[in-house]
């Protein structure tokens, strides 16, 4: 995304769509990492935006449409997640897993539980520690009996998105059936 105003017009940055995109709304959700993202609040309506992509894979298409589905969103990893519950259909068999280091984390919450009532998703939400919520393979296993069965999207920090990978290898899932994507804020190191 590129923001074509007299102060953003030179940098771009990705970010995920939080919604499904409408012919007149694109929704996006930011959050505050650094100047750039801090500085979009101040955006004004009409501005006109440059826009590149999709980057990544993480769409509804890629799932075997027997499988059952497992959602994990960690933090503002929620955002492309909300937008997959969004548009899956209300009979597949789906858990979303909503992992946060606290409860101030947690974006979306009351859109998320309507999602999971109106389709009947089994919502899992996690604030607090890695050591509270490890999401290992045991706990895993705990949370999703049949998370061997299941098609994965991961979205998050990479902390959070290696932990779950090498529990889905533990747990004997094919790479093939583990999408992720990975949020993490990356600062600009200036050379002299």
């Not at 009351?110 to 607090?128: D, S, Y």
């Not at 890695?130 to 920090?157: F, T």
């Amino acid at each position: 995304w590129r923001f074509l105003d007299a102060q953003r017009w030179y940098e771009s940055h990705p970010f995920s769509l939080s919604a499904v995109p409408s012919n007149d709304m694109m929704r996006f959700t930011v959050k505050d990492l650094g100047d750039h993202s801090r500085s979009l609040i101040s955006l004004q309506p009409g501005t006109r935006v440059a826009i590149e992509g999709p980057f990544g894979t993480f769409t509804k298409h890629q799932s075997h449409k027997a499988r059952p589905i497992l959602l994990i969103g960690g933090g503002v990893g929620i955002t492309p997640i909300r937008a997959l519950l969004e548009e899956l259909p209300t009979d597949r068999d789906v858990t979303l897993i909503y992992r946060t280091s606290n409860e101030a984390g947690l974006i979306f919450l009351e859109e998320i539980t309507e999602f999971a009532k109106q389709k009947r998703i089994r919502l899992h939400v996690l604030p607090g520690s890695r050591r509270r919520y490890p999401l290992d393979s045991a706990h895993l296993l705990q949370l999703v009996p049949n998370v061997r069965e299941c098609e994965m999207y991961i979205c998050g920090p990479t902390s959070l998105t290696e932990t779950i990978r090498e529990s889905a290898r533990e747990l004997g899932i094919p790479k093939s059936r583990v999408h992720s994507e990975i949020f993490e804020y990356h600062t600009v190191m200036e050379s002299e």
